[in-house]
Structure formats: structure tokens, C-alpha cells
């Protein structure tokens, strides 16, 4: 078995990663296929040279990160002693972030608005903890800890356990809704089954549509929480690092939103 083959199946069994997460990883497979790329730190670097050169820095950049994390797992399963991807010169696009901001607050008003009960308390979950969709999603009644209002995510990137604390209010939400159940998922469909993927996002989308006129994803529920702790809870990037789950502070570093910046309206200004 390849390389390439093995990791193809190992997307198709690996339930941690979303479907877009594995769809878009499975066409980066193929893409380095294509090209005759090898698992060598010369020929990944050719590859990416060429890339900078016809695609856009932020479809290199996500190309690189997946390379990245697929390697680490050829080297965890000893496949490959070392990623050859961490000697591949790193790819830096400098840029100043105008990504729409959703405040924290805004969108949660908007989720409490969801009809479906176990779709509107999945988002309040990831609104107020920062929990990954997939984290929330695979999330176990064993992992909620209420007398000390905290919860363990199992199912972490990068096999990382982390323990967060969760709000008063949202720890008797969640008590009222397993209504006695002990075991098993908390977000579960009638068959007893991880709620489905799709409908869940879908059903987050459609309501801000309708009320606020523009979209909203659960990874802008991630970021909202990070900005919302950064610029009004005054937590310091580390925590913030800890809560998210992040590897890297440069990574917590780029969810931070500022509501602040001008930048355009003074560009706009100066071109006037």
C-alpha cells in the first residue's frame, strides 16, 4: 500500500475531521498525485514553489497546512520517520484581516432563535465554549462534569485532551435537556446517531439569513468567541490558546478580529 492509499483510507475512516475537511484533503491527495509529488523534503519544496506561482496565498496556505497534517500522520503510524513538510520552506502571506466580524452576542441571539432544540443548544454550546464543531458533535453525557461546570473535549486536533469550563446557565441548559440520560452522545438524531452534519450547519445558516441577512458558520462562532474574549473579557492570548485547542499562539493569534480597525475608511479617505 502507498502512501497516497493509505491516507486516502485513512480519510474515509477518520470521524474527527468534517466532511468538508476530508473532501478538501482527499482533492489535495490527488492534486499531489497528479503532479508525481513525493513524500521527500526536495520534492514537496519544488511542488509548493510552483504552487506560490499559480494559485492564491490562501489556497497555498491551506494546501500546505493539510500536506502538513497528513504527513505527521504517516510519521505516527511510522510510515515515514520524519515529516518532510517541517522542512519545506513555510509559507507566510502578510495581510491586514477585513474578515466580517459576527459579535459574540448578535450571534448568540441568533441561535436562540433555532426552532430545533438540539441544533439551537449544539450552537449555544460552541458560541459560549469555543468548541470546535466536531469536538461539540462527538461530544459524551461521561465528558460533562456539572459539579465543577467544566467539560473534557476527547477529541481534540492533534489527539489533545483539554478540560473548559462552561457557564452556570448553559451547564442547566444541558442538564434539562439530557433529561436523565447518563451515557451516549449529547447531540444526538432519533436513531441514537451523531446528529447529521449538514442539517445541523444548514439549520445555523438559513436562521441568520433570515433574521441578520448575511450567513453564519460554526467556525465564525470560534472565532467570535476568541475576539469576544480578547477585546472584552481581557483574557490574555494564552488562555485563550488553551480554551481553543490551538497548538500555536500564532494560530489564536489569527482568530482575533479587531471591531476597531478603520484601515479602509482611511485608505478610502486618502484616494477621495
Known sequence: ????????????????????????YRSDLRQMKKFFVEWSVKSLQAYFDQLIQQYKPTTVMRRYHALMALGNELVRVKRLKKNPMKQVRPIIHQQIRQRE?????????????????TYRLFFELISQTGLRFMEARLLSIEDLQFATLTLLVRHGKGRRLRTIPIGERLAHKLQAFLGGRTTGLVFRSVRGQAINEQQARDA????????????????????????????TGDCRLLEIQRLLGHSSLRTTEDYILSQDT???????SLSA
Open 1 to 24: 500500500m502507498t502512501h497516497f492509499d493509505y491516507l486516502n483510507h485513512y480519510l474515509k475512516t477518520h470521524f474527527l475531521y468534517s466532511k468538508q475537511t476530508i473532501k478538501a
Open 101 to 117: 466580524h459576527h459579535p459574540l452576542e448578535e450571534a448568540i441571539q441568533t441561535i436562540r432563535q433555532i426552532t430545533d432544540p
Open 204 to 231: 445555523l445558516n438559513q436562521q441568520s439569513l433570515a433574521i441578520r441577512g448575511r450567513p453564519l458558520h460554526p467556525h465564525d462562532l470560534r472565532v467570535s468567541f476568541a475576539t469576544h474574549l480578547y477585546q
Open 262 to 268: 478603520k484601515l479602509q475608511h482611511v485608505i478610502n
